[in-house]
DNA sequence: TCATATTTTGAACGTTGGTTCAGATTATAG
DNA sequence: CTATAATCTGAACCAACGTTCAAAATATGA
C-alpha cells in the first residue's frame, strides 16, 4: 500500500476529530470536555484519539493553533491584495469580520480568551496567542505607517492605532456572538472604519 | 457576646478568603486552583470555607461579582459627577483605567473572559456578566445621547459607539496588562479621548 | 471554673476523567 | 489463504480534588 495514501487518511481521521473538538470545546470551554466525549462525536473510541494527539492538551492547543494559522493567513492574503492604505483598511475589517461569521465555532475559544492553566503546553499555548497578537498588531501597523507617510492618516503612535482598530473588530465580533442576532456582522464594517477614520465628534458646529 | 461583634468578624474572615482567593484565580484561572491553595493562602482550613461559600463555584462567583459591582459602583459615581458631556468621556476613560491598574488581579480574571462551564452556577455567572457589560453600555449610551442633542457629537447609533469607546478602554488595559510595563495605564488616556472623538484621519491635508 | 455551644480542623471518602494497554479487529503482502 | 503488521478498542487503572463530618479546639456565659 501507497504510504502516500496511508498519510492522507491519517490526516483526513485527525481533521474529523480536530473538527469535532473545536465545536465541543468552543460550546464549553477545555476543562468540561472529556475526551470520551470528543472520542464519541468524532466516531473513535478514546483510545484512538491517542494516535493523533498526545494528551487532551495537545489536541487543544493544536486545534487552535493551526486554525489561527489559517485565520491570519486568509486575512493578510487579502488585505496584501490591496495597492493603497484605505483599501487595506476596510479589508482588513471586512476580512476579519467575515472570518469570524465563519468560524463562530473557532472564535467563541479565541475570545473566551487565551485558556487556563500553568502546565507546559498551556502556557506555551498562551504565548503563542500573545506572540500571535502582536505579530498581527505589527502586521497592521506596517501600512498604517504608510497612511500617515501619504498624509491619509495623523501622524499617532501606530501601535496604539494598530490596538484601537483592532480592538474595534473584536469588539464589534464579541457582541455579535453574545446576541444570536439579526443582521449578519460584515454589516458593521462602515460603522468600524467610519468611526476609525473620523471618530463621533462633530466638526461642522 | 454581642451578635454584632460576631458577625463583624465573620465577614473579615469571609473577606480574607476572598482577597486571598481573587489573587490565585487571577494567577491561575478557575480550574487549575484548588479548595486546598485557597485554604491555605489565606490560613484557614479546607472544611473552614465552607462555613462561608457553599462551595468553589460559589466561592468563585461571589468574588467575581462582589468585585464587579464595587468597580461599575466606583466609575459610575465618578462619572455622574461630572456636568458636561466631554468630561464624563473623559472621566469614564480615566476611572476605568485607574481602577484596572488598582485591581490587576482582578481585571485578569475578567478579561481572560467569563468562565467556563455548563454548570448552573457557572452559567448564572456567565449571564450576569453579560448583562453587567451591557448595563454599562447603556450607562455609557446615556451620556452619549445627550452630547448628539447638544451636537457635540454626530448622530451614530449610540449602542455602537458607546461599546467602540468600551472597547478603546479595554483593548488598551489589555495590552497594558499584557506587557508587564513601563508607564502607567492612564497615561493612555488622552490618545483614547483623542482617537474617539477626532479618530485618525488627517482631515486638514 | 465548668458545662455548653460554636467554630475549626484535615483525614477519609467518592467521583470524575485522563491515560494506558492487552486483546480484538482490520489491512497488507506474499 | 495465511502470517504478520498496523490500527483500533474501551474496560480498568490511578491520580487529583471537591466535599463531608466526627473529633478537637475554642469561645461563651453563668
Redesign the pocket.
Known amino acids: 500500500?501507497r504510504a502516500e495514501r496511508?498519510e492522507r487518511e491519517?490526516n483526513l481521521?485527525r481533521a474529523a476529530i480536530l473538527e469535532q473538538a473545536e465545536k465541543i470545546f468552543s460550546a464549553r470551554g477545555y476543562y468540561?470536555?472529556?475526551?470520551?466525549e470528543i472520542a464519541n462525536a468524532s466516531g473513535?473510541?478514546?483510545?484512538?484519539l491517542?494516535?493523533f494527539f498526545d494528551?487532551?492538551?495537545n489536541l487543544y492547543s493544536t486545534m487552535i493553533l493551526e486554525k489561527l494559522d489559517l485565520m491570519f493567513a486568509e486575512i493578510n492574503q487579502e488585505v496584501n491584495a490591496n495597492k493603497d492604505v484605505a483599501g487595506k483598511i476596510e479589508t482588513l475589517i471586512n476580512a476579519h469580520l467575515q472570518f469570524v461569521e465563519k468560524n463562530t465555532d473557532f472564535f467563541r475559544i479565541f475570545l473566551r480568551g487565551q485558556s487556563e492553566a500553568l502546565s507546559e503546553t498551556m502556557s506555551a499555548l498562551r504565548q503563542k496567542l500573545i506572540d500571535g497578537y502582536f505579530e498581527h498588531i505589527a502586521f497592521i501597523e506596517n501600512f498604517l505607517k504608510t497612511g500617515i507617510k501619504n498624509g491619509l492618516l495623523r501622524k499617532l503612535p501606530t501601535h496604539d492605532m494598530a490596538s484601537a482598530l483592532f480592538s474595534l473588530i473584536r469588539s464589534a465580533a464579541n457582541e455579535w456572538l453574545l446576541e444570536p442576532t439579526k443582521e449578519s456582522l460584515v454589516s458593521k464594517k462602515d460603522f468600524i472604519l467610519d468611526i476609525f477614520l473620523n471618530g463621533v465628534k462633530n466638526h461642522e458646529q
Open positions: 500500500m496511508k491519517f481521521r468540561s470536555v472529556t475526551m470520551a473513535f473510541a478514546i483510545g484512538s491517542y494516535q494528551n487532551k492538551e
